[in-house]
């Protein structure tokens, strides 16, 4: 199993900007960013496969960015104009369960252990 480690998150205004970061301990194939806000269910932000190809929640697109290196093992999402609807624990997962890179929670068995992005008016 690969581990990973997110780092990145914070208190910002509405508006502000992150970047979040998420350290592999190996290679992996597809990866994402998932969130969870209290008594909500997890939910996909971002997707990306080994080759570049980019998956983003609807509502979210145009705002965030997901992206990798993967000479560092590494992923990341940008996330600009943020609101407070984006307040949240963000999670880094990887090791997929099947050849689809997709949003499902149930498609990754690999997870880290979140950062918090907070955002307030």
């Known amino acids: 199993q690969v581990q990973l480690m997110e780092s990145g998150g914070g208190s910002v205004q509405v508006g502000g900007s992150l970047r979040l970061s998420c350290v592999a301990s190996g290679g992996t194939s597809s990866m994402g960013w998932f969130r969870q806000a209290p008594g909500k269910e997890r939910e996909g932000v971002a997707a990306i496969a080994p080759g570049g190809s980019t998956y983003y929640a609807a509502v979210l697109r145009g705002r965030f960015t997901i992206s990798r290196d993967n000479a560092k093992n590494t992923l990341y999402l940008q996330m600009n104009t943020l609101k407070p609807e984006d307040t949240a624990m963000y999670y880094c997962?990887?090791?997929?369960?099947?050849?689809?890179?997709?949003?499902?929670?149930?498609?990754?068995?690999?997870w880290g252990q979140g950062t918090q992005v907070t955002v307030s008016s």
């Open positions: 997962a990887a090791c997929r369960r099947t050849s689809s890179t997709n949003l499902e929670v149930s498609n990754y068995n690999c």
